[in-house]
């Protein structure tokens, strides 16, 4: 499969600090678990520009790598117009960013934006992943226990959907 027509997914929170990164490193690890680097690529973003160009926040990473999740070498930066036709699925965390990314949408977007939560396997997980910035380490770990349980979702509906014709 050529470059151009791998499948790319963007991850979208406020900050592009916390949670957006975090499923940016679980989704790029499981994409390669399964041996789908070739057909998947990944990336994040925020719908603010507070911290571009920061790494992860340090909570969020040590909260990733205490799974095995390294996301060090990120790096913030704001969603683009551009975002929207370049990606094939473009992932909010909560209803605020995805609002904020409809309403930014230009109109000649391909992207198909929806929340991370809607490809959750467990259903009392509820639809949002939660801001955990301004609270302690037990929104981290909720935070990346709700990113690997939708991420491996997501796989699975792309993996199923990957050879399909595109109306189906
Ligand atoms: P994130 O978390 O959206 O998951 O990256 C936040 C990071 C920074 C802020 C809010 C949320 N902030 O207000 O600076």
Redesign the pocket.
Known sequence: MEKDEKIKVLFV?????????TADAVFKYQVINAGLENIILVDSA?T?A??IGKPP?KR?QSTALSRGYKMHDLRARKVTSDDFITFDYILA?DHE?LSILKQRCPAKATARIDLLMNYSRNNNAGDEVA????GGQDGFDM?LDMVEDACQGLLEHINSRKNSPPSS
């Open positions: 929170c406020l900050g592009n600090i916390c949670r957006s990164p925020g603010h507070y911290h926040d969020a965390m960013n801001d955990p910035y301004f935070v």
